[in-house]
């Protein structure tokens, strides 16, 4: 079994940290505030609270499209920002929240947790120094295994610590009953945002992208064959992605609402032994599971299985937290 794909996940959570500690946009009003701290952050103000007429599109009739006729005005003096994918209110919200927490962690003071580990973080030359030394315990572990029973003890070790796999066991309120708290298992499997990522013509860019960064982050870690190994991680990843629901059906409560023992999933779908998986996920109470995307689940968990079979499958471990 290849566990090249693993790898991958173990050193891009490096750089999934610097963009997480380095990429924070602008509020509009609170621009040039990157370099103070966060109690001297201009305040925002979004004006008067109420319908706003002059947003209005007049000559748009309301029964032919109720939302330019509503928002028509408003639409064409707006303009989206070229770094998001819309604007208003709730994006200059989020923008200056992300401009207040970078403040806050570029003051932290040194001697502080926060300051300790962003003061760290930031010290290139003393990463440069350490090379891939923090990573090889982790690149070890995962060359050590060598059969699927393990790969799913691993899969499940790395939940909730700094990891995730080809399923996304999560606790959330029961859709039937909110007044209690359900594990729900989702379909996973996938480094790039969405299956329409894998699928349509429109990623091909993005798709071209990921796969020469695979292929560059396995020859960054001495991995063999790196070329012929990215191919084969987009090759599985893409049949994750045929397999996987669409964002549609996704947003389906009657669709995703489907309750199942663990005994019935083992059933359903026996790829893998889900007992082992969910006792390394550390779920200890697991009478019953929320399946969201059900045929997804099963489809998936046979190309996993497919690997015992001699089928060359690159398991996926997303190191992204």
Known sequence: MNNATALIRVAS???LAGVMLSAAPDARQAAHSRARPADT???MHFGKWG???KSLDPAMKPGDDFDRYVNGGWSRKTEIPADQPSTGVAFDVFNLTQAQIRSIIEH???ASQLGGMYGSFMNEQAVEALDDKPLRADLKRLAAITDKDAFTKFMGDTNGAFGMTLFGPGV???PVNPSMNTLFLGQAGLGLPDRDYYLTATFKPQRDAYRAYIERTFTLIGYAAPAKTANAVMAFETAVAKAS?????RRDIDKVNNPMSVADLQAY???LSWDAYLTSSR???RDHAIVLEKTAIKDIAALYEASRAGVQVDLMVRSSG
Do not use: E, I, N
């Open 245 to 249: 629901w669409p964002a549609a059906d």
């Open 51 to 53: 319908v706003d007429l």
């Open 283 to 285: 779920v200890a109470k």
């Open 172 to 174: 959330a309120p029961d």
């Open 108 to 110: 932290a003071p040194p």
């Open 41 to 43: 952050l201009a305040p």
């Open 13 to 15: 959570a490096v750089v």
């Open 269 to 271: 779908a026996p790829g």
